[in-house]
C-alpha cells in the first residue's frame, strides 16, 4: 500500500520560511517522481513543484521559482519543500502526490498522480 505523509505546514509572517516533508511508503522515491501541489479556499489546484527520481531533476512553476526548493532523500525516502520569502498568496493546503512530474507548456499537470497525502495547511499573514 502506498502512502504520503505531508507535514511541516503552519504560520507565518510573510517573508519567513518553512520546509515541508512528505515521507512516503510503498515506493521508493529513488525510482519515482514525487509533486507539490496547493489549494487555497475557493481556488483550483495547482501545481507548486516537482522533482525526479533520485533528484535528477526539478521543476518549478514561476509563482515560486527561485523561493522554493525541491529535494528527496532516499534514505528516509521523503521528499520536502524548502519555502522561502514566503507570501501571503502561497497561503494554501498543500499537498505530496506520487508517481510523476508531468510538465506541459511548462505547467504541473495531475494526470497520472494516483496517491495524494492529506495535505498541510500554511498560512501566511501580511
Known amino acids: 500500500e502506498v502512502q504520503l505523509q505531508a507535514s511541516g505546514g503552519g504560520l507565518v509572517q510573510a517573508g519567513g520560511s518553512l520546509r515541508l516533508s512528505c515521507v512516503i511508503s510503498?515506493?521508493?522515491?529513488?525510482?519515482?517522481?514525487i509533486s507539490w501541489f496547493r489549494q487555497a479556499p475557493g481556488k483550483e489546484r495547482e501545481g507548486v513543484s516537482c522533482v525526479g527520481n533520485r533528484g535528477r531533476s526539478t521543476h518549478y512553476e514561476d509563482s515560486v521559482k527561485g523561493r522554493f526548493a525541491v529535494s528527496s532523500d532516499g534514505v528516509k525516502n521523503t521528499v520536502y519543500l524548502q519555502m522561502n520569502n514566503l507570501e501571503p498568496e502561497d497561503s494554501a493546503v498543500y499537498y505530496c502526490a506520487a508517481a510523476g512530474c508531468l510538465v506541459v507548456g511548462d505547467r504541473l499537470q495531475e494526470y497520472g498522480l494516483e496517491y495524494w497525502g492529506q495535505g498541510t495547511q500554511v498560512t501566511v499573514s501580511s
Open positions: 510503498g515506493l521508493s522515491v529513488d525510482e519515482n517522481a
